[in-house]
């Protein structure tokens, strides 16, 4: 049952929230997490509403839009009159869009595709950290982990191309470490971590499949992340983690 250990800790149900509720990863997680009997809450949180969600009593939707940040500050605030959460889980993302794709060689770059996928994969999750964290409980075992990719490890980094994805998710992985520094010097029990999922059948990795990696639903990738976000404790804050739960070289 999802999030045991975690709610177990904390001897409650837990209160989730999840940014990027309607992506593959994204919805995978609030399904799982609407089934596990140790979450009371799940805050879904999308540009576009869930319709599916109005029927789970225990899931309700929110709207947020990385762009705009007074959407998250607003979300944040709407969530907080409540009171706190205990798992936030960013699971948004940019890869490609009709106009963008991954750059296969120098000559693809372009400012405004390198701009879009900074704003969606970095700026984004680190607007959603500052307004979130101060939602966190002051006290016990509290995490925000965040979506980033293999991809954006510096020393992996031998395939070359896909500039700007890898590099606005190596930035995600910065901006992770260094909001862990302050996190634990304000709340010394949360955690921050970003997480690989694997490579996942979803509308953003599904033009980009390799015949020779090993594919996940995203149901099987959301069970795999949870169980690492089960597991999180302070020594992991500021790095990033695979679905086995294996640090991912900076
Ligand atoms: N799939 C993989 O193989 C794979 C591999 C490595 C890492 N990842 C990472 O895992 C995460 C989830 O990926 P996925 O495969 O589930 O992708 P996905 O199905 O394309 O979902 C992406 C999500 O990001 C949201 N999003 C995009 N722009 C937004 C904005 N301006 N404001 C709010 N939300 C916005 C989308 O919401 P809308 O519906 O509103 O557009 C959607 O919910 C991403 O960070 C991705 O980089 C995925």
Known sequence: MFLKRLANQKK????????????????????????????????????????TLQVDKKAQWLPIDLLDEETIEKAANEIEKNGTVDVVIIASGLLHTENIKPEK???????????????????????????????????????????????????????????????????????????????????????LLGLHPGTVSTNLSEPYQANNYERFTPQQSAEYLLSVIDQADPSMTGKVYDWKGDIIPE
């Open 105 to 191: 060689d120098w000559r693809m770059l372009e400012s405004q595709s390198m701009s879009a996928l900074f704003a969606i994969n970095t700026i984004g999750p680190a607007l959603v950290m500052k307004h979130f964290a101060p939602v966190l409980p002051k006290g016990g075992r509290s995490i925000i982990a965040a979506l980033s990719a293999r991809v954006g490890s510096i020393s992996d980094n031998r395939l070359g191309g896909w500039y700007s994805y890898r590099a606005s998710k190596a930035a995600l992985n910065q901006i992770i470490r260094t909001f862990s520094v302050e996190l634990s010097r304000k709340n010394k029990d949360a955690v």
């Open 12 to 51: 409650k149900p837990l209160r989730v929230a999840i940014i990027g509720a309607s992506g593959g990863i994204g919805s995978a997680l609030v399904g799982q997490l609407s089934n596990s009997n140790h979450v009371e809450t799940i805050y879904a949180l999308s540009r576009t509403r869930l319709q």
